[in-house]
């Protein structure tokens, strides 16, 4: 039966904001004891960071550049990106990882110490894709205003002192940037910026395929690169969410790509 409703409510755990209905603490707590294969890939974002870019870059990349072949996958299994690459600590996803087979590519926005301690030895990959707070701030207060399950923002002030006292989902952008920062040598991670993205995709694209050991040509190369500009992406609904149910997204308050800029740089100034 269809859920036609939504109504979450943000749990703190441990540090972080979980969504209840969403998020099962006991079921989070046990990530941590996840076994890890060297071929399982974890992308792993602050909120707004560009976590859909890194899901359709990383379906590209598995599918040589070939457009067509996520779009039949995506109408075999599932109908969103994010159903490719799911998110490793929803309800039931992480008895789901184990039984999958590899590559099992996950995304996240935990904090470190939620994450597989096999992680640190150097077990499976790891991108963080960092990005300017001033944008997320702004693209963080737009999502609200679109996000069912996230509190409609009083107005900006009132978001902005709740962004910077972490009190929102998640948790504190500068906690998070921090934490998985200094973890940065025990893993094997990929650190890389939304600006560095923004400025030279093909050259981030390029970075990435080294990083996970993707043999593409030039021309495969070239294709993942076309098909996750912000304009191709955002004419793809399987990429873009605008498919969301309306239960759950605002959909006349805006949409989910937004204005895809790096507005502030990779500097934060
Ligand atoms: P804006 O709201 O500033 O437009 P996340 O997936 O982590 O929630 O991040 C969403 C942000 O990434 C949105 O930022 C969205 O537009 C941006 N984004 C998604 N795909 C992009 C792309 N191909 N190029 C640039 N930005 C992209």
């Known amino acids: 039966m269809a859920v036609e409703t939504c109504e979450y409510e943000l ?14 603490p006991d079921d989070v707590d046990q990530i941590q004891d996840l076994e890890i294969r060297d071929s399982d890939v974890f992308v792993v974002t602050y909120p707004k960071s560009g976590t859909i870019w890194m ?17 039949r996958l995506n109408t075999l299994s599932s109908s969103f990106n994010a159903d490719l690459i799911p998110w490793i600590e929803l309800n039931g996803s992480r008895q789901a990882f184990i039984t999958a087979p590899s590559p099992r590519t996950r995304v996240t926005h935990l904090q ?9 030895q150097k077990k499976g990959k790891v991108i963080y894709v960092a990005r300017n707070p001033k944008d997320i701030l702004v693209s963080y207060f737009y999502f ?17 002192e709740k962004f910077m006292r972490g009190d929102v989902f998640g948790c504190s952008w500068f906690e998070h940037v921090k934490t998985w920062y200094s973890h940065k040598d025990d ?18 694209v390029q970075r990435i395929a080294v990083f996970l050991e993707k043999e593409l040509n030039p021309e495969q190369l070239a294709n993942v690169v076309k098909h996750s500009t912000f304009n191709n992406m955002n004419k793809i609904p399987n990429a873009n969410y605008q498919h969301v149910p309306e239960y759950m997204f605002s959909h006349h308050e805006g949409t989910f790509m937004r204005k895809g800029k790096s ?4 500097r934060c100034r």
């Open 11 to 24: 749990v703190p755990y441990r540090g972080f904001t979980l969504i209840k209905g969403i998020h099962d």
């Open 55 to 71: 899901q359709q870059i990383l379906l590209l990349l598995e599918a040589k550049g070939d457009l067509a072949a996520i779009s």
């Open 112 to 120: 470190h110490q939620f994450m597989p301690s096999a992680l640190s």
């Open 144 to 160: 609200h205003k679109l996000a069912k399950m996230l509190e409609t923002p009083k107005d900006f002030d009132d978001f902005f």
């Open 187 to 204: 893993m094997n991670m990929l650190f890389i910026t939304y600006e560095e993205m923004i400025q030279d995709l093909h050259s981030a």
């Open 263 to 266: 507005l502030y740089g990779g």
